[in-house]
């Protein structure tokens, strides 16, 4: 079905916006199997409106923001009236409207009656989240969907569409994936050289961010989609921290809430990011007991016990460091594991003998303290992001004992 | 100058990358009156360039993506062929490519020559980050750019075309602006009625983030950009902490390295995240010495010397505690500023009488201590960054003693 995205609004044609709204809804078709064809952003003018509409012909069009009560909101009955469609003011959905603006204190006033005009012949998308529902409807061969521009109002319509297209088109399919991390997209492709042909029925896409990957698989064979995440999963086993709802401090929060495990950290160069990053788990406050950024050698000595000779000797960046770091820091806390990080985030406080992006780790659990060396490419912002990242996934692997 | 912005590539169409380059080159052509008319993605396919050029009217057409070195990449030989210019391959943009092969230390191969193929008459966007050079060329009245895909090679290609767009049409603009903090878009806007009509030869416009914004000021006439700057600078001083350049965390980073100061915090519910943002300032470590994360009240004793009496009376989430939680830290470190933060960043774990949102701040200059109560709104995310831009804006009055 080849489709036709439209995003109308000054906010996005004047680079106040970023036209998030075109990625979200390409990206779900394209898990049913739906290609994007072409995309436009237009100004909120009939004549804009018509020119598109005049131009485009493709099967299935998306129209998403002008939904809205004011007077510059006319994607509705701009496009119900191009395409000839009967419509009135729905009953049903002016009450809800109301029951809207009842709920959050508000009187509504006639500008909002508009927002309830649609083709008879039409599915409705309620809006929980705001005013302005949306609207599926069909015109001979054409289906046409409005959504309402802000995101988070747009996507639950969005997933109701992408259910409703399903039944439609008699698509059945199912969409599961990987959440991996400690490899790159690069490696991953080599690795993946032939994969893909074993494995004709299933759509598989890789996602990459800085310092993790993850993998959507997409069937309308349930054995093939099972078949082929098998195969992958036992060949990336070890990179592979969870499905597409998690995240690697979920997976570290859920794992140390269940094994009963409190965790402390102690971290130099990404200056309390490990620490943000595991308290940004909702219920973390039972696992997570303290976390220190000792910034200054002086902060090191006071609160962990690094001793001068391994500062003056070693220096902070060491692998000795780390692990005095990391040690001391088990020693005085009543926690399980503990994880230290000191490092060079750049871009200044490099040397030929420890480059920007040298970071040493160190983690102990249970007693048992292990060092590791890693050097991150990038700029302050990635090392500081890929360092943080790295130290999750030693905890994750320490306790899952891989 | 009516403009077209178009993007070629599969990756936008399927949703795997955002179209952020839309956004970056429409404000910038904003900020010298130029409008973005429309905007469209398509696919590498020559027939979709040729449908597209066919149907747009505007004078300014702007590619971007397609201008590498695969066989998908056609976007230069397609543009140029359909407006039939003269074009060649550039010998010493052929150079200049060779020798960015030998400087990454690979062997260039015949596919890279036409990466150098341009119209005889035209401005070549010179690339130092990536092979594809960018090109502006004219045909009767219309401008055509080709800039290449990533954000990060387009960028100072943006830049240059930008200046020839303003000598080709005599622009003659001027844009400075504010970054501010501790007050709303929809407050400032109140604040802003009238204002605006005062200054109809200056653009004034607000871009919002989560507990910040900043206003862009652009104009043909010095004068009134700067009389307006004025009005508006003397109207909302307090909440203005620096130009387009800076950020809070640079501010206070370069104001206490002018000021010798050393900061320590101490963050209960950002859990790293003021750490964090301090640290990621280049140069930090000269005015940063430590933080402490303490989530659990047993840290809260151990390091602070939080009184058990003040934990058990009032919480841990209470004026008082963050009243010792600072005084406790200042007295145990060489500092010259300590900061606390202790509050409820939810969803779970709030009451009537301690709501999710309600944070508690102290922070020590020079001995005395000062302490501050918020509610902030939003899920944990935007209540954990609201609360640490608060923080950083605590630091920046005091020590501009505002």
């Given at each position: 079905?080849?489709?036709?995205?439209?995003?109308?609004?000054?906010?996005?044609?004047?680079?106040?916006?970023?036209n998030?709204?075109?990625?979200?809804?390409?990206?779900?078709l394209?898990?049913?199997?739906?290609?994007?064809?072409?995309?436009?952003?237009?100004?909120?003018?009939?004549?804009?409106y018509?020119?598109?509409?005049?131009?485009?012909?493709e099967?299935?069009?998306?129209?998403?923001?002008g939904?809205?009560p004011t007077?510059?909101?006319i994607?509705?009955e701009?496009v119900?009236?191009?395409f000839?469609?009967?419509?009135?003011?729905?009953?049903?959905?002016?009450?809800?409207?109301?029951e809207?603006?009842?709920?959050?204190?508000?009187?509504?006033?006639?500008?909002?009656?508009k927002?309830?005009?649609?083709?008879?012949?039409?599915?409705?998308l309620?809006?929980?989240?705001?005013?302005?529902?949306?609207?599926?409807f069909?015109?001979?061969?054409?289906?046409?969907?409005?959504?309402p521009?802000?995101?988070?109002?747009?996507?639950?319509?969005?997933?109701?569409?992408?259910?409703y297209?399903?039944?439609?088109?008699?698509?059945?399919?199912?969409?599961?994936?990987?959440?991996?991390?400690?490899?790159?997209e690069?490696?991953?492709?080599?690795a993946?050289i032939?994969?893909?042909?074993?494995?004709?029925?299933?759509?598989i896409?890789?996602?990459?961010?800085?310092g993790?990957i993850?993998?959507?698989f997409?069937?309308?064979?349930?054995i093939?989609l099972?078949?082929?995440?098998?195969?992958?999963?036992k060949?990336?086993?070890?990179?592979?921290?969870?499905?597409?709802?998690d995240?690697?401090?979920?997976?570290?929060?859920?794992?140390?809430?269940k094994?009963?495990l409190i965790i402390s950290?102690?971290?130099?160069?990404?200056?309390?990011?490990?620490?943000?990053?595991?308290?940004?788990?909702?219920g973390?406050?039972?696992?997570?007991?303290?976390?220190?950024?000792?910034?200054?050698?002086?902060?090191?000595?006071?609160?962990?016990?690094?001793?001068?000779?391994?500062l003056?000797t070693?220096?902070?960046?060491?692998i000795?460091?780390?692990?005095?770091?990391?040690?001391?820091?088990?020693?005085k806390?009543?926690?399980?594991?503990?994880v230290s990080?000191?490092?060079?985030?750049?871009?200044?406080?490099?040397t030929?003998?420890?480059p920007v992006?040298?970071?040493?780790f160190?983690i102990?659990?249970?007693?048992?303290?292990?060092?590791?060396?890693?050097?991150?490419n990038?700029n302050?912002e990635?090392?500081?992001?890929?360092?943080?990242?790295?130290?999750?996934n030693?905890?994750?692997?320490?306790?899952n004992?891989?």
């Amino acid at each position: 079905m080849r489709t036709a995205v439209i995003t109308v609004g000054k906010e996005v044609l004047t680079g106040k916006t970023v036209n998030t709204n075109l990625a979200t809804i390409s990206r779900m078709l394209n898990q049913i199997g739906i290609d994007t064809n072409r995309s436009f952003v237009i100004d909120d003018q009939k004549e804009e409106y018509y020119k598109i509409l005049d131009f485009i012909d493709e099967e299935l069009i998306i129209f998403t923001g002008g939904l809205g009560p004011t007077i510059d909101d006319i994607s509705r009955e701009t496009v119900i009236d191009y395409f000839g469609v009967d419509a009135s003011i729905n009953q049903e959905v002016l009450k809800g409207i109301n029951e809207y603006f009842d709920q959050i204190g508000l009187k509504m006033d006639d500008t909002n009656n508009k927002q309830a005009y649609f083709p008879k012949k039409s599915v409705i998308l309620h809006n929980d989240l705001g005013t302005a529902p949306g609207v599926i409807f069909s015109k001979g061969e054409k289906t046409i969907i409005l959504f309402p521009g802000p995101p988070h109002e747009l996507l639950p319509m969005l997933k109701e569409s992408i259910e409703y297209l399903k039944k439609k088109l008699k698509i059945r399919l199912y969409s599961k994936g990987f959440r991996m991390v400690g490899i790159g997209e690069s490696v991953m492709e080599k690795a993946l050289i032939g994969f893909y042909e074993l494995h004709p029925n299933v759509n598989i896409a890789p996602y990459a961010s800085v310092g993790e990957i993850k993998y959507v698989f997409t069937s309308n064979k349930i054995i093939d989609l099972e078949s082929a995440m098998n195969q992958f999963k036992k060949k990336f086993e070890e990179y592979i921290y969870g499905d597409l709802n998690d995240t690697l401090e979920s997976i570290i929060v859920e794992s140390l809430t269940k094994k009963k495990l409190i965790i402390s950290v102690v971290e130099s160069c990404t200056g309390g990011l490990l620490a943000g990053s595991i308290t940004s788990v909702n219920g973390s406050s039972r696992v997570f007991a303290e976390s220190i950024v000792t910034y200054s050698n002086e902060a090191k000595v006071k609160y962990l016990g690094v001793s001068l000779n391994t500062l003056n000797t070693h220096g902070a960046v060491s692998i000795e460091c780390a692990y005095e770091m990391v040690d001391n820091l088990y020693n005085k806390t009543i926690s399980d594991v503990c994880v230290s990080v000191t490092g060079i985030a750049g871009p200044t406080g490099g040397t030929k003998e420890k480059p920007v992006g040298l970071v040493f780790f160190g983690i102990n659990y249970k007693g048992n303290t292990k060092t590791y060396k890693r050097i991150f490419n990038g700029n302050r912002e990635m090392i500081r992001k890929r360092a943080t990242i790295y130290a999750l996934n030693l905890v994750r692997k320490e306790l899952n004992q891989l």
